[in-house]
C-alpha cells in the first residue's frame, strides 16, 4: 500500500513538473532572452552601476527598448480537474488508514489547490475530505471548519451527509450533545437517501449508530464563560519617550532631517538605551515569501491549517473567505495571473514588493503626486553620492537583495513617475 502511494505520487509529481517545465520554457524563450543572454545582463548592471543619480538611473532605463515595449505576459500556477482527479486517487488509497492520515492530508490540501472553482461539488467533497482527516487525527476544530465550508457550497445534501456525520463526532467530542444529536440525525437522513450501495449504507448507519446512542438525551454540558472566549488580541509594543509632534509613528527621542552631509537621516534627541522602541508603524506593502504559500495566508501571514485556495490561482490560499475576500480586492486580482514572474527567484526577492508599491499607489494618485516627487527627487540629486548609501540602509535594511536589484527597483519605480 505505502510502496503504491509513493509511486503513484512520484508519477504525478513528475508529470507536474514536466508541464511545468515545457510551459515556462515556451512562455521564457522569446520574453527573456535578451535580458537574459549569457553576458547581456551584466553589460546592462555595469552601465548602470555608472549612473550617479536617480534620475539619471531612471533616464538610462527608460531609453531601453526592451523597458518601452514591456507587458507582462500571463504566467500563473493554474488549476487543473486533472491533476485534482489524480491527487484525489492517492488520498482515497490513503484513508481511512490512521497511519498515513498526515500524507493524505498534504495530499488533499494540494487537490484543493488545483480543483477548479466552477466544480463546487468536487470542492464541497474535497473539503469534506479533509475535514475526515482531521477528524482521523483528532484535531476537531479543524475538522469542524472544513465540514463546514464543505457546506457552504450548497450542494445535495444526499452527497454531502458525510459532513453532517463529521459535524456530529466534532460536537460530541466538545459535549454540545444537543448539537451532536441533530447532526447525526441529518447525517443519518440523507445517508438513507444516497445513491451509495446498500451495503455501505447499513455499515454507516452501524458506525453513526453508536456515537449517536452515546451521545442521545445526553445532558449538555453549560458553556463555561471561558467557552464566549474573546478573539485574540494581537500584543503592539508602546513607543518610549512618548509620539513624536511630527511624525505620530516615531518617538520624540527622534527627528528626521534632511543633511547635507549625509542626505535624509534620523537624529537623536536624546540617550537612548538598547532595547527603546523608536518607531511603530504599519507597513506600506507587505509580502510573503513563495515557499509558504500553500501553508499560510496570503493576507495575513496566520499559519492556517484550512487553506482556502485562491479560485483563480493554484498558488496562494487564505485562512478564511474575509482574508480571500480583503487581499483579491486590495492586490491579489491584479498580480494573481501574472504571479510567476513576480514570484521569478531570476529578478531579485523585492519584484513583488515593488508591484504592490505601483498597485496601492494608483494611476491617480501618482498624477497627484507627481511635482511634489519630481521636487524630493530634485533635491536628492544634489546630494547624490550621499544619497545612494542612505537609500539602501532605510528603505531595503536587512535584506540580503543585492544593491544592483534594489536600484533597479527603484530605477523602475521613478521611471513609472517620469513617463506620464
Ligand atoms: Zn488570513
Ligand atoms: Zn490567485
Redesign the pocket.
Known sequence: MADAYEQLLRKIQAGLQQKMAGEQAAGEQEESLLIRATGVLDAIMEEFQEQRTDLERVQYVSQMSEIQTFSLKEN?AQKSAEDATNYEKVYDMLVPNEASANKALDVIKKCLLKTPPEDTLALATRYMKRGWTYLLLEQFDNAKVDAMKSLSFKCPDEQMWNAYEILGHCYAMSKEYKEAEAQFLKALEYLRKSNISNEVKAATTVRIMSVFKTVKGKKQKKASSAAAEKPATRHVPQLSYGVNKRFPSASSAVNFVRSPMVGRCALAQRDIKPGDILIIDEPYVTMMNADVCGSHCYNCFSYCPCPIP?S??A??SYCSDSCYAASWEKQ?KME?KV?NHLMDPEIGKVALLVFRALVMVSWSKLQKLKEKLLTVIDEEKCEAPNLVAEEVSTDYGNTDTPLSSTKVSTAILLFYIYSF
Do not use: I
Request: proline share 0%.
Open positions: 500563473y485562491c483563480s490561482c498558488k496562494v491579489h494573481c504571479l
